[in-house]
């Protein structure tokens, strides 16, 4: 089994900033991709941001230049730092990644459990 527990939501001003977290437990062998996903009310879930194995990393246009993906292999976590905020930036925001377990080849997809970002004006 693999767990991903999310941290560091809450309600921030805009302008302001927080940092998510999501740290994965288990029998993990290696973690490879790790992503945030966000979802807003009555919206699809989108793609925020990723960050490979190798340490490449991509953004949404509209977090370009605010938002920072970055991971911790030792402690299998992943953050989010979010610099900027707008009040678009409201949403729940998933952590999801890939990963082998241990004994085996194949590469899954895990979901965090989500948290919520708000950012009043």
């Known amino acids: 089994q693999v767990q991903l527990v999310e941290s560091g939501g809450g309600l921030v001003q805009a302008g302001g900033s927080l940092r998510l977290s999501c740290a994965a437990s288990?029998?993990?062998?290696?973690?490879?991709?790790m992503y945030w996903y966000r979802q807003a009310p009555g919206r699809q879930r989108e793609l925020v941001c990723t960050i490979t194995s190798d340490d490449s990393t991509n953004y949404a246009d509209s977090v370009k230049g605010r938002f920072t993906i970055s991971r911790e292999n030792a402690k299998n976590t992943v953050y989010l730092q979010m610099n900027s905020l707008k009040p678009e930036d409201t949403a729940v925001y998933y952590c999801y990644l890939e990963a082998v377990r241990v004994g085996q080849r194949t590469n899954y997809g895990y979901w965090g459990q989500g948290t919520q970002v708000t950012v009043s004006s």
């Open positions: 288990g029998d993990i062998f290696r973690i490879n991709a």
